[in-house]
């Protein structure tokens, strides 16, 4: 079951898409949401999709069964997915349908808000029409509203609701069927407030950033925790700024992280080069969105995996790391932070526009399962005086903190420089520290996770994703199988120091093998080449800004030839 | 107690009769007059000649990127406050590469003593004009003689509120250690810029061109914002050295609930994730 809210921004589609999803998730359904909008603050045509099902989809689906059309642009340009059987709540003062449209479903829902108190409660009309067609109560999204909204305001939009459930009511019987609700507890949480959570149940306590779509929603989820929690957000002035700014922090002993996109993480590749240079732990989310420049701002892709593989000079150690799906990426950033502190390396997390903004029902996750080890230098083994950079077998020196121990001084330095952190220009000493950054390498390479594998070691079919693509290219998979297809997925959640050993198992057992990514050139399938030797047979690629859907995948294989 | 002298580490890489030693001699004097053990200080610097300073001096240091010497500061600031945290950097590393960060610092009002070195040349990199280089000055790019009108950082720091602001000179020890003490106990943002002769590669503003100029006005009402805006008018014919205003405002921590209260430094407080299973019920 799908509903499509569409509108001009400004129009309030989020309040219609959170509540509605909201009450979906509290009266047990597994719900996902998704938003597609523009960059602007008012106007243009922005949507929400929400897919009901029994179990918690992976991905929006096209085919929508329920539309919402706040302006008649809605309308026209989500008819054509709109099933024979489907229904559109509209409001007839303001969008007119053609007359031979019978699909419609007329709601005076800025008379009928006007009503209860004020036009603008038109959306919780519209909320209380769809749970009407849906053969809901209104009682858990006014519980909902009296949780979001003062008494005042709780009340009339409660009553808002009412009128736009009891005018579908009282003409229409329940049209749609939803699936039996689950009985396990679940909440309903989208990207950016996930990695924000995690993050700081992972100890982080300082995040320094630049407010830029669609990263700002970390951000945001940090910034409204400082009040009771031991964490600082300062707004930065710019990304160079906001990178630097998290590196001081780490340095003097704080888990700290930044975010951006793609634009502001160019701007950041310099300090992003420094944490590498004075090995200092630091996290960067990059919420990828379209280039080059600035792009497509609100919108989604997978095209800054070259960029933040080779980002920034010289040659360092890095890890990178990508959002897969909620569920595993609550644990993972709590990874990047445990990796960024072992080996003190910048540790890239790659997520996008499309993990950012989705919502999904989820079962509550295990905090005992995050981890938050320092891997600093216990004064039983300080050997003075002490060395920043003191050679070590794995290329990993102790590290201690400024101010740590009496005596004691820690020296970070952006040349090159001795086991005391001093400037130096021999070539021996050079080369040797160097060297000792890349091994690092070694050990960091054995802590990437192989790709998760759904599907069996041999078959027709081997499609391989990566990053948030992850339900998208699962739901497909399904869809291949039930046609009679042998299909393995194989997805990639750590992508640098790339794992190869699943791979190299996998690739010649299938005659087929398909890379499916949102950019233009094949970007992980070229790293695969390089680490591997391996080639893809076919490239599934999509560039326009938009998520894949899955019958998109399911079309480019079996027309494949 | 440190002495002075114990502040000192390796050979420098500076020219002789460089601004720099004298600025160097200064900070460590006053570090050792006001008791800051080597491991409570923190300098950072960016890159430059003047920047080379956390290598000549042992304390803590963070030599980081040209320009960008202030945001690792703040961060060290936010994250361990027991820190005495210093910045030293030169005039193009400051004001030039990084003179977004040098405004936005000031906004913020950290509690940070911030020593610019103002040779008004660029050193490393063989004598090209800086920020603050005057008008006229001919180099080995500006050919025609510096064209643009100079960068005063006084005055620009004053308009972005800044509460503590001096000039001083290479050539006056004392007083630049006094100052850099004075600055050092300043609770919030501390500007010293400190005009220092480059022998080097500024042939315009020697040791003789400020002798002539440098002068200590009569007395200056530190608290008058005017006032300290007219003196940081004055360069040419006569250049006034001293405090030029003074003015305790609330610091960039003390509004942040997580900093204020003081407790054990941010960074390294002890903590388990468990604790906060909580955070997802708002989801619930």
Partial sequence: MNILIGGAAGQGLDTIAHLLGKSLQR?????????????????????????????????????????????????SLH????????????????????????????????????????AIMANSVAVGAALALLGLTTNVTEQLLHEV???KIATSNGKALRAGY?????????????????????????????????????????????????????????????????????????????INMALGASYTGARAMTCTSGGGFALMTEGLSLAGMTETPLVIVVAMRPGPATGLPTRTGQADLEFVLHAGHGEFPRAVLSATHLEDAFYRINKAFELADKYQIPVIFLSDQDFADTVRTLPPFDFTLLQHNRYLLDDDVLTSPYQRYLFTDDGISPRALPGQFAGEVVLADSDEHDEDGHIIEDAEARARMSEKRQKKLVALAAEMSE??????????LLLIGWGSTYGVIKEATHALRAQGQRVTHVHFADLWPLPTATINKLFSHFPHSVCVEGNATGQFAKLLRRETGHLVDQLILKYDGRPFWANEIVKEVINYD | MTKAQEYLTSETAWCPGCGNFAIRDAVAAALAELDFAPHQVLMCSGIGQAAKMPHYLRVNGFNGLHGRALPPALGARIANSSLKVIVESG????????????????????DIAHFVHNNQVYGLTKGQASPTSDEGMKTNVQTFG??????????????????????????????????????????GYALVDILQPCPSFNKLNTYAWY???????????????????????????????????????PTFISHFPALAAQESPLGTRSFEPHTLAHLQEEFS
């Avoid at chain 1, 922005?46 to 809605?74: D, G, H, K, V, Y």
């Avoid at chain 2, 004001?95 to 950290?110: A, L, M, S, V």
């Avoid at chain 2, 850099?180 to 609770?187: C, G």
Wanted: proline share 6%; net charge negative.
């Fill in chain 2, 146 to 187: 510096v064209t643009l009108p100079p960068f005063n950082p006084l005055a620009t720091a004053l308009v972005m509120g800044a509460g503590f602001i001096a000039r001083c000179y290479s050539g006056e020890k004392e007083h630049l250690k006094e100052t850099i003490k004075k600055a050092l106990l300043f609770p």
């Fill in chain 1, 149 to 151: 909204f003062a008494q």
């Fill in chain 1, 27 to 75: 009266f047990g359904f597994g719900v996902l949401t998704s938003k597609d909008y523009m960059s602007r603050v008012r106007g243009g045509h922005n949507f929400s999709c929400l897919r009901i099902e029994q179990e918690t989809p992976w991905a929006s689906a096209q085919e929508i069964q329920l539309l919402i059309a706040l302006n008649e642009e809605t309308y």
């Fill in chain 1, 79 to 118: 008819k054509g997915n709109l099933t024979p059987q489907g229904r559109i709540i509209f409001d007839p003062d303001h969008v007119s349908l053609p007359n031979e449209e019978k699909r419609g479903l007329p709601i005076a829902l800025r008379e009928l808000a006007k009503e209860a108190g004020a």
């Fill in chain 1, 451 to 460: 790709p998760e594998v759904d599907g069996a070691d041999e078959g027709d």
């Fill in chain 2, 211 to 249: 002798k002539e100029r440098v002068y200590h006005p009569a007395s200056i009402d530190t608290d008058n914002w005017q006032a300290a805006m007219a003196l940081s008018q004055e360069w040419g014919q006569k250049i006034p050295l001293g405090i030029f205003y003074q003015v305790e405002h």
């Fill in chain 2, 91 to 110: 005039d193009g590393d400051t004001y030039g590469e990084g003179g977004n960060h040098f405004i936005h610092t000031i906004r913020r009002n950290p």
């Fill in chain 1, 166 to 242: 009891d005018e579908v009511a009282k003409t229409n019987h329940t049209y749609f069927t939803l699936p039996a609700p689950m009985e396990k507890k679940q909440i309903f949480i989208d990207g950016n407030s996930l990695l924000g959570m995690s993050a700081l149940a992972s100890g982080c306590r300082f995040l320094s950033a630049y407010p830029m779509t669609p990263a700002t929603g970390i951000m945001t989820y940090l910034a409204a925790k400082q009040e009771n929690h031991d964490v600082v957000v300062e707004q930065a002035e710019d990304e160079i700024a906001a």
